[in-house]
């Protein structure tokens, strides 16, 4: 037992000894990489390089530098270990190579109109002991060629299919393809990528099946390609779409207000592809006038009557389909688009206010007669008419006739406020002949019809008068203070000039003669001096 034990325990002992060997021998390991690592970090004698990415036909730049250098000289090789240059010394007789840079501690070069087959890894050495080196790999990309469309030849039938297929080659990496409805990306099939025998560059095909309508008549579909090799934007190519549909139909009247008598057409417009060029004109329950006549898309009227109402269809053909559509057209008589104001009077308790201060007459119409109008036209009674005069007679002063306007249903606001209608001199009496209505002159548009023997009223008699007095008024007043100004000048110079003292030589020495004579004498010098003294008038 106790021989079983110590075996054991020695067993166990030389398990723990190989295990204690074997982690030293790894710890050494790992110590002898990490001094390996810095020691290589820490060399100033190591090249440095970096990636560089180019696409085909672009110009690549390789930079080598280390940190120190021992007057050993640096190298760049090729992907097949082909020296390209030895420090300022070209050794490669490839013009598209060239020489950047050199000094000591840096060599850079260049490589124009980059190919496929230049992709790879390029190494940079110096040769010191050891010799160090550092690689530096270039990717080339394949541009890829501007898409294409297939697929669509001839125009498609509204709510047909249609298939596109967008195809680019010459691309590395593969690129990636996007359908484009005008600016609207949709959604086509994934891409089929295929490799270019004998080429290191790829094919990439997509699908786009749509269902067309007539909204996509003339709209751009659109196939892009998105790739790392197009700097400016994403190369595209559009395929406009043709899709046949049927007329959408419209009428177009000349006038919206056709009136009785005048010429007219009716226009029918077809919107479709292709354009309809047949057109066919019915009336709904009737047929045409007489007068109307069909010319092609236009429905021409001679001389509109009122016979001519009802609705009228059209209807466009363009192969593809038809389309219709119907218009009711509405004849207006001549006089409807005018304004009629007639005048007669009613009881005065229907149109003015009941605290009126002048006493109400009222008159009787049994005896008048209204001229004749349309009965298709509908008019608005209204309580107040233009102010009117006339000759004084036996009623009683100062009374207050009413009248009623009538106006045409197409012009329901031309009405005068009850509160604008001013205090009228009744007119004479009625005579015992039927009053028959008479017309005065258009204005703006509005023909005034009154009674015989009755003055039309003018609408702004009232304002005018007032207006054209105040400005007499005022024009007289301004013309008077004008005149006296003018007056009080004139009179302040007159005035003026003719104020003062005068001053004469004649009576000079005359102070102490004793008469008039000697005065004379006793003047300036013992002399008359008749011809010498002048009067000065200031």
Not at 245 to 252: A, E, H, K, Q
Request: charged share 20%.
């Amino acid at each position: 037992m106790s021989g079983m034990r110590a075996r054991q325990s020695m067993t166990f002992s030389a398990f723990q000894r190989t295990a204690l060997r074997a982690l030293a021998a790894l710890m050494m390991l790992l110590a002898t990489s990490v001094r390996s690592n810095l020691v290589n970090d820490e060399d100033p004698f190591l090249p440095v390089t970096q990636d560089e990415t180019v696409a085909v036909g672009g110009v690549v730049t390789l930079t080598c530098s280390v940190k120190e250098n021992d007057n050993s000289s640096l190298q760049w090789s090729n992907t097949a270990q082909q020296t390209l240059y030895f420090g300022e010394k070209r050794a490669l007789r490839d013009n598209r190579i060239q020489l950047v840079k050199s000094t000591a501690t840096e060599l850079i070069i260049s490589i124009a109109d980059v190919q496929l087959s230049d992709d790879g890894e390029y190494t940079c050495s110096i040769f010191t002991m050891p010799v160090r080196t550092a690689r530096a790999t270039v990717t080339v990309l394949g541009v890829p060629g501007k898409p294409v469309i297939t697929g669509f030849d001839d125009a498609v039938v509204e709510g047909g299919k249609v298939t596109l297929t967008c195809t680019s080659s010459g691309s590395k990496p593969p690129a990636k393809l996007h359908w484009y409805r005008d600016q609207e990306e949709i959604q086509g099939r994934p891409d089929v990528v295929e490799s270019n025998p004998d080429e290191l560059t790829y094919t990439v095909t997509s699908e786009l099946t749509l269902t067309v309508n007539r909204s996509d008549n003339n709209a751009l579909i659109a196939c892009a390609v998105d790739h790392a090799s197009i700097a400016n934007g994403d190369k595209r190519t559009e395929q406009p779409l043709s899709v046949l549909f049927s007329p959408s139909v419209s009428i177009y009247p000349e006038s919206d207000l056709p009136r009785e008598g005048e010429k007219f057409f009716l226009q029918c417009v077809g919107n479709g592809n292709p354009e309809p060029t047949a057109f066919v004109w019915r009336r709904k329950d009737a047929e045409l006038p007489p007068l109307a006549k069909v010319d092609g898309a236009f429905l021409r009227f001679e001389s509109l009557n009122k016979s001519d109402n009802g609705v009228y269809e059209c209807q466009a053909d363009n192969g593809i389909g038809m389309g219709d559509i119907t218009h009711t057209l509405l004849v207006q008589d001549q006089e409807d688009s005018d304004l009629f104001i007639l005048t007669s009077t009613l009881p005065s308790s229907s149109a003015f206010p009941t605290d009126s201060p002048e006493p109400s007459v009222s008159t009787t119409t049994e005896d008048k007669t209204l001229p004749p109008f349309s009965s298709s036209s509908s008019f608005t009674f209204s309580s107040t008419l233009p102010p009117f005069t006339s000759a004084p007679s036996t009623l009683p002063s100062s009374p207050e006739v009413p009248t009623t306007s009538l106006s045409n249903a197409l012009f329901p606001d031309l009405t005068l406020l009850p509160s604008s209608v001013p205090t009228r001199t009744p007119p004479s009496p009625p005579s015992s002949s039927p009053a028959t209505p008479s017309s005065v002159s258009r204005l703006n548009g509005v023909h005034t019809f009154t009674e015989a023997g009755v003055k039309p009223a003018d609408p702004t008699a009232m304002s005018t008068s007032s207006g054209v007095d105040h400005a007499v008024i005022g024009g007289v007043v301004a013309v008077i203070v004008f005149i006296m100004l003018c007056l009080l000048i004139v009179l302040g110079r007159y005035l003026i000039r003719h104020k003062g003292t005068y001053l004469t030589h004649e009576a000079k020495g005359s102070d102490d003669a004793p008469d008039a004579d000697t005065a004379i004498i006793n003047a300036e010098g013992g002399h008359s001096g008749v011809d010498d003294k002048k009067e000065y008038f200031i």
